[in-house]
């Protein structure tokens, strides 16, 4: 009973100095102003709107937590949409005014059988604005989580610090969508673009323009595929942006996840309890890395000269260009090498074909993978490739919950 009495009181003593170290720690913390209370936070700016947490840890550091999301809005911008011969407008134009010329031409009725593909396409260019620009919907994406560290420097002075940290968020930060209207224009451009190599095989069915025309002056020839033009890959080789299979533009911007963070700060009361406060803060996200504009449908040709030379049999053999070749002695029509397709000769089957000289790729890095971007477009890219900073200037109430 005795040794029971002797557990109890040290048991109690322990209670006790253990009580006083908490409430000696309590007013510790608060005599230091150390995690004694919590405000939250509600801002606006160039970062989006903000959701923060902040507590003291000292009477000159504050550390502060939080989410910024940016609003889902559109900036209307206009691309160029055209073709290696010309603007897409003059080509639409020329399709809607050839029915007349095959007519007055060659007596050939467009209604006529075998003109049914491209009686689809003058369809769907006599319906449409002839315009030689997509406008496009950037809508930036920049939501991220942010950790940050808030000294106040002047003993007399607390409203003004300087603050240091980082966001970080998902590295997709924009795309671009072309607008609901111009659907029916990049249906059309998929159309001519179907139809093209078909046409370079056969010509419009039946042949009627390779029997009756010159190929070197018809639309197809001369305009060649139409799209974005994007300037040129590394080696030489033009690069054109084609619509996708439904109809659409596409593009996305990313950068690096992690940004570290910079600024000034300056947070003043708004009430006589202290409670509401208004935070200003100034200040740079540094980028990482270069960023990245990544885009599909890429179609990468060689513009160039026609290049060849004939076997040992007599016959051409293409090497690389654009242009027709004709043959000495008249057994051959000319043959069509256009920036999709190119004659080919068929050994096995010993017939003619057109087969695709260039390259259809995807993910191609505006930014990195090509130059010489012309218009808009590549007064964005350029401005984009010397992106170093982004600036947040962010304007914030808060109210401290004890």
């Not at 040290?10 to 007013?27: F, N, P, R, W, Y």
């Not at 607390?158 to 111009?182: C, D, M, P, Q």
């Not at 890959?233 to 299979?245: K, Q, T, Y």
Request: proline share 4%.
């Amino acid at each position: 009973m005795r040794k029971f009495g002797i557990l109890v009181l040290m048991l109690a003593l322990a209670a006790a100095v253990q009580a006083q170290e908490k409430k000696s720690l309590g007013s510790l913390m608060a005599r230091n102003n150390i995690l004694n209370h919590v405000d939250v936070g509600v801002g606006v700016g160039t970062t989006g709107i903000s959701i923060d947490v902040a507590v003291p840890v000292t009477d000159y550091v504050r550390i502060r937590t939080g989410y910024n999301f940016m609003p889902r809005f559109n900036i209307h911008t206009d691309f160029p949409i055209e073709t290696r011969g010309g603007s897409v407008s003059k080509l639409i134009n020329r399709v809607g005014d050839l029915p007349k010329e095959l007519q007055s031409r060659y007596g050939i009725d467009i209604n006529s059988e075998g003109f049914e593909e491209y009686k689809n396409l003058y369809d769907k260019f006599s319906n449409i604005e002839a315009k030689d620009h997509v406008t496009m919907g950037l809508k930036p994406n920049l939501n991220q989580f942010k950790f940050l560290v808030d000294i106040m420097p002047f003993k007399r002075n607390r409203h003004w610090s300087l603050t240091a940290g980082f966001f970080i968020g998902s590295s997709a930060v924009g795309e671009a969508w072309n607008l609901e209207k111009e659907q029916p224009l990049l249906e059309a451009v998929n159309t001519y673009n179907r139809i093209y190599p078909d046409y370079a095989r056969h010509g419009i069915k039946g042949n009627f323009l390779r029997d009756y025309g010159d190929i070197t002056t018809d639309p197809f020839f001369r305009y060649g595929v139409a799209g974005f033009p994007l300037g040129k890959f590394s080696d030489g080789d033009i690069a054109m942006m084609i619509p996708n299979d439904d109809a659409t533009v596409h593009a996305e911007m990313e950068m690096s996840s992690f940004r570290p963070y910079v600024g000034l700060g300056y947070n003043t009361h708004l009430s006589r309890n202290k409670r509401w406060k208004l935070n200003v803060d100034a200040g740079v996200l540094f980028i990482c890395n270069k960023p990245k504009v990544y885009v599909d449908n890429v179609y990468k040709f060689d513009a160039s000269p026609l290049k060849g030379h004939l076997d040992e049999d007599g016959f051409f053999v293409y090497e690389s260009g654009i242009g027709t070749y004709v043959y000495e002695e008249d057994y051959s029509k000319p043959e069509y090498y256009g920036d999709i397709v190119r004659y080919h000769w068929n050994e096995e089957t010993e017939s003619e074909e057109y087969i695709y000289c260039g390259k259809l790729q995807h993910h191609v890095d505006l930014v990195n993978d090509l130059h010489d971007i012309p218009g808009k477009v590549g007064d964005l890219v350029d401005f984009v490739s010397k992106l170093k900073v982004y600036p947040n200037l962010t304007v914030t109430f808060s109210y401290r919950l004890y």
